[in-house]
C-alpha cells in the first residue's frame, strides 16, 4: 500500500536555483510530515517537518509546504547547492503510524 | 559519537542461516525503530520497540523474522532461515519521545543472501 508517494524518482537541477521535490499522502489520518536526506551509505537524516496545524515550515534554505486539502507537501531548497545531492525522502506520521515514500534523488549540477 | 550505532555494517550469509543485526540507540533514547529498504524502494516500516516491549510490530514479516529490546544491551533483529527476498538494507532508527517523531537513524546494515 502506497500511502506516500513520490511520484519523481530523480530530479536534476542547477547550482544557484530552486530545487522542488513532491510528495503526495492518502491517509488524512496523517498530522506530521517530515522530510529526510540520504547519502550512499548512510542512514537517512532528519531535514524538516511540519506539522498539519501549519502550511510552511522555514529553516534556511530549506522550506517545507503543506496543503492538507490536495494532501500534498513539497520541499524547497534555494539556493540549491551540490551538497544537497541525496536522496531525499518524505515521511507521514501519526501517533501509531510512519510511512515512507520510495525517496527522489536530487543531482544538483555545478 | 552518541548516533545511533548499528552492527555489522555489511552481513553476508548463506540461504537457511541464521541474521542478527544489532542496534545501539542514542543515548538517552529508550524509543527504537527497524526498517527495510529494498533496491530502488523507500523505507518499510518493520518493528517499533521500547524497553523489553514490541509497540508495533505490523510491518514485520509472520514469519522468521523478530525482534527484541532487552533492558541492557542493544536492540536485535533476528532473520531465521534466511532467503534471497531477504536482501535489503536494514536500518534501524530511536527517538527520546513516544510515537513517530523524528527519528534519528544508524548507516544500516546490509544483508546479503548468496
Known amino acids: 500500500d502506497q500511502q506516500v508517494k513520490q511520484n519523481s524518482p530523480s530530479l536534476s537541477v542547477q547550482e544557484g536555483r530552486i530545487s522542488i521535490l513532491n510528495c503526495d499522502y492518502t491517509n488524512s489520518m496523517f498530522d506530521y510530515f517530515l522530510w529526510y536526506k540520504k547519502y550512499p551509505a548512510e542512514g537517512p537524516t532528519f531535514l524538516i517537518s511540519?506539522?498539519?496545524?501549519?502550511d510552511k515550515n522555514e529553516d534556511g534554505r530549506f522550506t517545507v509546504f503543506l496543503n492538507k486539502s490536495a494532501k500534498h507537501l513539497s520541499l524547497h531548497i534555494v539556493p540549491s547547492q551540490p551538497g544537497d545531492s541525496a536522496v531525499y525522502f518524505c515521511a507521514a506520521s501519526n501517533n501509531n503510524d510512519m510511512r515512507f515514500g520510495a525517496g527522489t534523488r536530487l543531482t544538483v549540477k555545478p | 559519537n552518541a548516533g545511533v550505532m548499528q552492527n555489522p555494517r555489511h552481513l553476508v550469509r548463506r540461504r537457511g542461516q541464521e541474521a542478527r543485526l544489532r542496534c545501539s540507540p542514542m543515548k538517552g533514547h529508550s524509543h527504537v525503530y527497524w526498517y527495510r529498504q529494498l533496491p530502488e524502494e523507500g523505507l518499510k516500516f518493520m518493528v517499533y520497540l521500547q524497553k523489553e516491549n514490541i509497540i508495533d510490530e505490523s510491518g514485520m514479516p509472520k514469519e522468521r523474522f523478530s525482534a527484541e529490546f532487552p533492558k541492557e544491551g542493544p536492540s536485535i533483529l533476528r532473520i531465521q532461515q534466511v532467503v534471497r527476498g531477504d536482501s535489503a538494507a536494514y536500518f534501524c532508527?530511536?527517538?527520546?519521545?513516544?510515537?513517530?517523531?523524528?527519528?534519528?537513524f544508524g548507516d544500516g546494515t546490509r544483508l546479503s543472501i548468496l
Open positions: 532508527a530511536s527517538s527520546q519521545k513516544q510515537g513517530f517523531q523524528p527519528q534519528h
Open positions: 511540519i506539522s498539519s496545524i501549519k
